[in-house]
Structure formats: C-alpha cells, structure tokens
C-alpha cells in the first residue's frame, strides 16, 4: 500500500536538503500516486525542483533511484487501490463547491501534463499510421472503453475503414484473424493494465500490424510493443482514473486527420449527417 511509501518517505524528512523537501512535500500532499506514470523530470516541474533533486530524493528515501520508487509505487496501486482511493476522497469531507473546485483544477492539470508529455514527432508518426492504413481497429477494455469508441467512431466517419474491438464474452480472437501489415491497431490503456488490451495488441503484433499505443508510461505492456506510443498521464487522485487526458489526444489526432484530407471528411461527413437527419433533432 501507498501508505508504507509515505511513512519510508516522512521517516527522513529531517535528512533531506531544502530543495528534496519541496519533492517530498509535493508527493505526500496527495501526489505519489503520480510517480506511477510521470517521468523524474515531470514530477520536478511540478514540484518546482530540478530532475537531479527528484532522482537524489529518491535515493534519500532509501530507493535505488527514480526507476526503484516508481516500481514500487505502481505495485502498491495494484493493491485495494479503487476501496483505498474511495475512503481517501470520503475522508477529505469537502463541501460541494470545494470538491468541483479541486475536481476541474485536477483536470486543468492533467490536461496541461498531457500537453506536456506528448512528443510532435511522435504524433506525427500516428497521423502518418493513421493515413496510410488500409484498416484501423481500436481498443480500449473498462476505463479506456470509451475513449475507444469515441476514436473508432470517428475514424470511420471520416475514413470508411475502421473499426472498434469489443469484447464479447472474451470471444475478440476471431475479430482479429484478417489483420494484415498495411493494417492499424490503435490500443489505449493504462495502469492498471487490462491483460485482454494487451493480448490484443500481441496478436497485432504477430500479425505485422502497425500499432499505435496511447498510455500512461514508456514502459506500459502496449508501448513496448507499439511502433509509436503517445504517452498521457493519469489522474490517480480519485478512485475512478480520469480519461480526459486520453480523449484530449484522441481529439487531437481526429482534428489533424480532417486537416490532412479536409475533402474526403467533408463528403463523407456529410453523407453521414444525411443518413441520420431522420432520426435526430
């Protein structure tokens, strides 16, 4: 539990140099569970401090380095993280207007994050994917379902060839048999990883498919199978991980697509809106 962490970490409060004690602050007024997907020098900027003082905080609380706490931190979300981060959220005992308050400035930072973390030569390599493939699917399970639907979707309204993976009682194998290497898998998870998101991704793999990961660490099971990962961080403050960071990319990317060939998403936009006219107001 995160709980041990912070005890290691307030244990040698009185040990660390004016700089790491700004980290150690940040991190244990509700931040650790950011160490889980952020990078020594994201968790610096926020704590106003260098990367080389994250990394010498690490070392100060007792860990082998930045790479030891974040192993040890995602481990310790693995265990009762939704009941613990229920009770947390319950115990805090903020009136309305301080809970919207806290819950969109948590947004506004998750989004500022995002836009941080994302490298434009990366994107750019996902239009490209995008543009080229002869068929997308997309896939996201439980959290990640959403943002899923929502670039699929879209995708197929303007490009007429994608799809979305659904699981239907685990039974997704067969939707995959006709992957081929002009094909795109775009993949969405983060932690705690779906297993099923990851088995997905290993059969595009061995099918020669490109793959286009969008999750919260370089070293997520999908990244290190992806051939260009979007990295998103993860809001960990709540007991349900927020997906806006995710939906941002996913916008993004749609956006961009319509830019590069504005007449197919117009015509195809507008055969879509015809078609539906009849049953929206």
Sequence with gaps: M??????????????L????????QYLLNNHLPEVATCTAAQIGRKAGVSEATVIRFAISAGFKGYADLQDQVRESLTQGFLVTKLKESLERKEDQETLLTSCLKRQKDLLDCTFASINAKDFK??????????????????SSASVSWYLGNCLQMMLGNASMLFMSAGFYHEQLYHLEPKDLLIAISFSRYTKATQEVTELGKKHGANIIAITDSPVSPIAQLADVALLVPADFSSFQISTLGAMAVAEALLTTVAQKIP??????????????AKYVF
């Design 2 to 15: 995160l709980d041990k962490l912070k005890e290691q970490m307030s244990q040698v409060i009185d040990q």
């Design 263 to 276: 007449e197919q998403a117009e015509q195809r936009l507008r055969t879509f809106e015809a078609n539906i």
């Design 125 to 142: 390599q996902a239009i490209d994917l995008i543009l080229s493939a002869h068929h997308i699917i997309t896939v996201g399970f439980r």
């Design 17 to 24: 140099s004016e700089r790491q004690l700004l980290v150690a």
